[in-house]
């Protein structure tokens, strides 16, 4: 790797902030994202996992820092990001990652379970990217906002439909934070994961049947891991992706192609 292409790719000196970074994908952009040389600060709402989030980057170089924070709470997001700011003095990357799903019949989902899945998947990244696009609009040097969206944004879903519609107005928020930053030199957008093996999956992995017939459909032939999505984290909060902006990049193997 030449000298210039190692700069621009280097995260010396950042810091970053992964919203549900204590496991899964979200602590699979947190080790991209240290390995790469940032300052992490991983917000979620189990201390225990945050503590061994902690622990598993140590070996990764760089300063850790974890804090308790439901990204559906007003108060506990801008406490995080004043916390964050005490502790590192900025925020140059802000991922907005926290989010889960369950299955649904559209035909039988109560709005209370809609609205629960907005809470986190919508409610979350909107909270989190207005506390962080506020302090990097106002700071020189601008910044990064990504949030972690889904293929479910743009596939029919009929078992999810709170779920892809969350993710949808995800897709939404970006473009609108996009055009709304891009003259303070802040860079939004969304990532696209498709079929990656965490918790959240762990029961779809273990069905064999479910299982075969994904993979039959993915180009790359394996479940992604959360160490694929490590590369366009560091991609997207480093120098190389500053005039990216407004954007989805799908990292699914070819899933979404095939
Ligand atoms: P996991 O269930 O493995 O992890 C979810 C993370 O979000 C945990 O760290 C959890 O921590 C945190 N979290 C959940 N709710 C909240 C909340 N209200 N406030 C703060 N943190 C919260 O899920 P994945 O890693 O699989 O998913 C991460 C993201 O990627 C989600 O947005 C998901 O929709 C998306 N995605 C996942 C895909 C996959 O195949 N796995 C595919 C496409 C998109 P804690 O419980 O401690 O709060």
Not at 29 to 47: K, M, P
Not at 77 to 84: G, S
Not at 92 to 97: L, R
Not at 150 to 159: D, E, Q, V
Request: net charge neutral.
């Amino acid at each position: 790797m030449t000298t210039q292409a190692k700069n621009l790719f280097d995260l010396s000196g950042k810091v970053a902030v992964i919203t549900g970074g204590n496991r899964g994908i979200g602590l699979g952009l947190a080790r991209g994202l240290a390995q790469a040389g940032a300052s992490v600060s991983l917000w979620a709402r189990d201390e225990v996992s945050n503590a061994q989030a902690a622990e598993s980057l140590a070996e990764a170089g760089g300063q850790v820092q974890t804090l308790r924070c439901d990204v559906s709470s007003p108060e506990d997001v801008d406490q995080a990001t004043a916390k964050t700011l005490e502790r590192f003095g900025q925020i140059d990357a802000g991922f907005a990652n926290a989010g889960f799903g369950d299955a649904a019949d559209p035909l039988k989902l109560e709005l209370k379970d809609f609205r629960r899945i907005l809470a986190t998947n919508l409610d979350g990244v909107f909270l989190c990217f207005k506390s962080w696009g506020k302090h990097m609009s106002e700071r020189e040097g601008g910044g990064k906002l990504v949030a972690i969206s889904s293929i479910s944004a743009i596939f029919g879903t009929p078992m999810q439909p709170h779920y892809a519609a969350s993710k949808g107005g995800v897709e939404a928020l970006v473009r609108a934070y996009a055009a709304r930053l891009a003259r303070y030199d802040v860079q939004v957008n969304s990532v696209q994961p498709g079929w990656i093996v965490t918790d959240a999956t762990a029961p779809a992995v273990e069905n064999a049947r479910f299982s075969e017939t994904v993979v039959r459909r993915i180009p790359a032939r394996r479940w992604g891991e959360p160490a694929d999505l490590a590369g366009v984290a560091v991609y997207l909060a480093s120098d190389a992706s500053r005039y990216h902006t407004g954007d989805s990049l799908r990292i699914d193997g070819g899933y979404t192609i095939f």
